[in-house]
């Protein structure tokens, strides 16, 4: 069996040679685009090994498994994004250990994470997760908001104490009009991050795209890629 370094460090270069030949059609830059491996339900020594090629940005999305990950790899180089759907009563472990939390759509979301970032002395980057499947004021079937409860959570971010508002999210729709169009997608989300920045200069991340289809990402202009599956294979059963 393959050394699980040189398993990765194969899978790290293939996903590298897409994002650059992404890049390079869509006459782009390869530096303006930032990989984040998505290391959910995969072992701290993984992490461990993915730091030592280079990896600086590691997701997760659920904090039980997030939380001990992150701890025995506290003496690494890395920032950690927190990626799923969160539910307040995990905000205060959250706000410990992770830089950015991609998933935020909802108000009371907001506050508990300014509250839980002021007590750890913290500031927490925030992605404002938008859901295109999303009825108006609801909130989609993965998690996010709907288009037009972006402006009123943006103003919510950027007010909060110990929380900084650091752009936008979008996981391609299962369901309605985007519903396997995910350049289209992606695209709705660059619009709706235009929007955003006359607002709030600052917020120019734009997450979006994963291991499926980080080249439609990448060709509508997003900054950074969420990638688990391309770098390290298949993922254990939990249980």
């Given at each position: 069996m393959m050394d699980r370094k040189a398993e990765l460090a194969a899978n790290l270069a293939q996903v590298e040679d897409r994002i650059a030949s992404a890049c390079a059609t869509a006459g782009r830059k390869r530096e303006e685009v930032t990989l984040i491996v998505v290391t959910k339900t995969h072992p701290a020594s993984d992490v461990r090994l993915l730091a030592e090629l280079g990896v600086r940005h590691v997701a997760e999305n659920r904090d039980q498994d997030a939380a001990p990950k992150a701890a025995a790899c506290a003496d690494l180089p890395l920032t950690w994004h927190f990626v799923g759907q969160l539910q307040t009563n995990k905000v205060r472990s959250v706000a410990e250990y992770a830089t950015v939390v991609q998933s935020v759509d909802r108000p009371r979301l907001v506050t508990a994470l300014s509250a839980a970032a002021v007590k750890a002395g913290r500031e927490l980057g925030c992605l404002v997760q938008i859901a295109l499947d999303a009825e108006s004021g609801e909130q989609g079937a993965r998690g996010g908001a709907a288009p037009d409860l972006l402006g009123e959570l943006a103003d919510l971010v950027a007010g909060a104490p110990g929380l900084r508002l650091?752009?936008?999210?979008?996981?391609?729709?299962?369901?309605?009009?985007?519903?396997?169009?995910?350049?289209?997608?992606?695209?709705?989300?660059?619009?709706?991050?235009?929007?955003?920045?006359?607002?709030?200069?600052?917020?120019?991340?734009?997450?979006?795209?994963?291991?499926?289809?980080?080249?439609?990402?990448?060709?509508?202009?997003?900054?950074?890629?969420?990638?688990?599956?391309a770098v390290l294979g298949a993922r254990p059963r939990l249980g």
């Amino acid at each position: 069996m393959m050394d699980r370094k040189a398993e990765l460090a194969a899978n790290l270069a293939q996903v590298e040679d897409r994002i650059a030949s992404a890049c390079a059609t869509a006459g782009r830059k390869r530096e303006e685009v930032t990989l984040i491996v998505v290391t959910k339900t995969h072992p701290a020594s993984d992490v461990r090994l993915l730091a030592e090629l280079g990896v600086r940005h590691v997701a997760e999305n659920r904090d039980q498994d997030a939380a001990p990950k992150a701890a025995a790899c506290a003496d690494l180089p890395l920032t950690w994004h927190f990626v799923g759907q969160l539910q307040t009563n995990k905000v205060r472990s959250v706000a410990e250990y992770a830089t950015v939390v991609q998933s935020v759509d909802r108000p009371r979301l907001v506050t508990a994470l300014s509250a839980a970032a002021v007590k750890a002395g913290r500031e927490l980057g925030c992605l404002v997760q938008i859901a295109l499947d999303a009825e108006s004021g609801e909130q989609g079937a993965r998690g996010g908001a709907a288009p037009d409860l972006l402006g009123e959570l943006a103003d919510l971010v950027a007010g909060a104490p110990g929380l900084r508002l650091d752009g936008l999210m979008t996981v391609a729709p299962l369901a309605g009009p985007y519903a396997g169009r995910e350049q289209a997608a992606f695209e709705r989300l660059m619009e709706l991050s235009s929007g955003l920045r006359a607002a709030h200069p600052a917020a120019t991340m734009v997450s979006a795209g994963m291991s499926a289809d980080l080249e439609q990402a990448v060709a509508a202009g997003a900054t950074h890629v969420r990638v688990g599956t391309a770098v390290l294979g298949a993922r254990p059963r939990l249980g």
